[in-house]
């Protein structure tokens, strides 16, 4: 196996000059052209599963690691010296919690237990207490950290692979600040929805501007692809989702190309199965990415007949990504082998990003990652040798 050990980057902070990308296939992909293979990356692919993370978590607090660029990139960098050559894309290591934070909220990382709002908004009147609209608030000062780590991460990587930057959606990001922390039934977020239309709307539309401005200065920083993650989608109908997600992640996607039209954008809405058509239609989003939960080949077909028959004019195709289910990876290799052969004949030869259909997970073994990565590896080529 590859030399995992910690080497923590010299910093370099220049972002008018990068090294030349080696492999660019997840980002010719992401824009829709033919590939000799499915581009391969994993959500949380840095994380609590491998013991070089643990390692480096013995010693720094979680929100530490993400404020300091040189570990933040050393963590980023992990699996891909873990897993040589089998990787993708990189994405940096941070949180999407890191916006709250820079709206006035404090967030803390409770080991065994995740996010943790001391002081959630507990009603309308306390989005007094953001600092969004406050004199002299700016994104760049809040979040420089991750600008930092983005431009750092660039310098290491050497071009190996692209380097993706990411958000939290609005609708996401609002129910943390109000719930203050996970939640079984998001009642608290809900209520906001339904009993505080218009002071859920304009909360959602500050996280909005926060995010598509945070997002636009990681692209400046040196991320070269990015993804927006609706972790919470499932939690809403489709007439909510219609009314209290879809506009924000549209205007997120429309500001961001507005500035960067040439950098694809990946909209992961876990759970949102009845609003592929909308995401497709309605929004700047290249890639959808899919949760394990729908048939890839049922996506497929709904997303182009959609698109076809709105005729909306896209610079591409809608790309797929996605979508083994993570809790395959508990199995032995010989099922991960076979589901991750499935999934990528139900893809197709073409217009996918190899993915599981949601994160790592802490107990997850790191060599099943790697039967599932040399998996898209062999059974992605041989389908399109195929064709």
Aim: proline share 7%; charged share 20%.
């Amino acid at each position: 196996m590859p030399e995992t050990k910690n080497v923590v980057p010299e910093v370099n902070f220049d972002t008018t000059s990068f090294p030349p990308l080696k492999n660019d296939l997840y980002l010719r992909a992401a824009r829709g052209e033919k590939t000799e293979r499915a581009p391969v990356w994993c959500m949380r692919q840095a994380g609590r599963y491998l013991p070089e993370f643990r390692a480096v978590r013995v010693e720094n607090e979680f929100f530490n690691v993400c404020q300091t660029p040189a570990l933040a990139t050393d963590v980023t960098i992990q699996p891909l010296r873990r897993y040589a050559g089998l990787l993708d894309a990189a994405i940096i290591f941070s949180d999407i919690l890191v916006i709250p934070q820079a709206m006035g909220l404090e967030v803390q990382m409770i080991p065994g237990k995740g996010p943790h709002f001391p002081k959630p908004l507990t009603g309308p009147e306390d989005m007094g207490r953001l600092v969004d609209r406050a004199k002299g608030f700016s994104v760049t000062q809040e979040l420089s950290y991750v600008y930092r780590a983005i431009t750092n991460t660039r310098h290491a990587l050497g071009g190996q692979v692209p380097l993706l930057g990411f958000i939290g959606a609005p609708w996401t990001l609002m129910a943390y600040m109000i719930e203050g922390g996970g939640s079984k039934t998001f009642a608290r977020a809900k209520e906001w929805l339904f009993r505080h239309r218009t002071a859920a709307h304009e909360l959602l539309g500050r996280i909005a501007d926060v995010a598509a401005e945070f997002l636009v200065g990681q692209i400046d920083a040196g991320a070269q692809a990015a993804q927006v993650f609706e972790s919470w989608a499932s939690e809403l109908g489709p007439r909510d989702f219609a009314e209290f997600s879809l506009p924000y992640l549209a205007r997120i996607a429309a500001r961001v190309k507005s500035k960067h039209p040439d950098v694809p954008l990946t909209v992961f809405a876990k759970g949102a199965h009845y609003a592929l058509e909308s995401l497709a239609t309605d929004t700047e989003y290249d890639v959808v990415s899919l949760d394990w939960t729908i048939d890839p080949s049922t996506a497929r077909a709904r997303v182009d007949a959609a698109v076809a028959a709105k005729g909306v004019q896209r610079r591409h195709p809608v790309v797929l990504q996605g979508n083994l289910d993570p809790t395959l990876l508990f199995g032995d290799p010989q099922i991960i082998r076979e589901r991750t052969d499935e999934m990528c004949k139900a893809f197709g030869p073409s217009l996918h990003i190899a993915n599981l259909g949601h994160g790592m997970m802490p107990t997850h073994d790191p060599e099943h990652l790697r039967v599932f990565l040399e998996t898209v590896h062999t059974s992605s080529s041989a389908l399109r040798n195929q064709y």
